[in-house]
Antibody, heavy 120, light 108 residues
Framework: QVQLQESGPGLVKPSETLSLTCTVS????????WSWIRQPPGKGLEWLGS???????NYNPSLKSRATLSVDTSKKQFSLKLNSVTAADTAVYYC??????????????WGRGTLVTVSS | SSVLTQPPSVSVAPGQTATITCGRR??????VHWYQQMPGQAPVLVVY???DRPSGIPERFSGSTSGNMATLTIRRVEAGDEADYYC???????????FGGGTKLTVL
């Protein structure tokens, strides 16, 4: 059974860079798109970006180029870096798998999420 | 518009049918997906491609679309169905997903 697990610091200072990694267990990263989605406390879901196992990326324009996604197929991991963070970036960050095998793209597998707080 | 409009809350008594809507102009032209998010947990896909259910999702959960509205229907609602529900479509023009604002289902 494929599982996703986020890891990274739970506290980041304002103006610094948030770095998270998602580890895929029980399956391969190949031939899938992998995504990061966040949820501020008490609010809805916001897609941040997606990366194909080959390295092709797609980002949410609202992040204004602050986000960078990368993938390491040998480690079965993909990562998110978000620079110049502010309190508005405080959220639970989820990694998720994109499924394109059916009619249209959707997220068929999610990690448990990790809370990142931006505070000095 | 890329916005998906959901009612903030829906309440239903146990055993009854809950209907959660997701509105957008011509949403029937797209495939709509639905996620259930229990308190403190990650979202779980409950309906994809308008009407299909992933393995393990009860038949009580069903989806439909027509015109400008997509609907998630939960029959014979149980206390354990209390959660936030989100709809999602994929915007091919910009190649990214759009989520609805979410609906909190309360079981009375």
């Amino acid at each position: 059974q494929v599982q996703l697990q986020e890891s990274g610091p739970g506290l980041v200072k304002p103006s610094e860079t948030l770095s998270l990694t998602c580890t895929v267990s029980g399956g391969s990263v190949s031939y899938y798109y992998w995504s990061w989605i966040r949820q501020p406390p008490g609010k809805g879901l916001e897609w941040l970006g997606s990366i194909y196992y080959s390295g092709n990326t797609n980002y949410n324009p609202s992040l204004k180029s602050r986000a960078t996604l990368s993938v390491d197929t040998s480690k079965k991991q993909f990562s998110l870096k978000l620079n110049s963070v502010t309190a508005a970036d405080t959220a639970v960050y989820y990694c998720a798998r994109l499924d394109s095998s059916s009619l249209d793209w959707h997220f068929d597998l999610w990690g448990r999420g990790t809370l990142v707080t931006v505070s000095s | 518009s890329s916005v998906l409009t959901q009612p903030p809350s829906v309440s239903v008594a146990p055993g009854q049918t809950a209907t959660i809507t997701c509105g957008r102009r011509k949403i029937g032209d797209k495939s709509v997906h639905w996620y259930q998010q229990m308190p403190g947990q990650a979202p779980v896909l409950v309906v994809y491609d308008d009407t299909d259910r992933p393995s393990g999702i009860p038949e009580r959960f069903s989806g439909s679309t027509s015109g400008n509205m997509a609907t998630l229907t939960i029959r014979r609602v149980e206390a354990g169905d209390e959660a936030d529900y989100y709809c999602q479509v994929w915007e091919r023009s910009s190649d990214h997903p759009v989520f609805g604002g979410g609906t909190k289902l309360t079981v009375l």
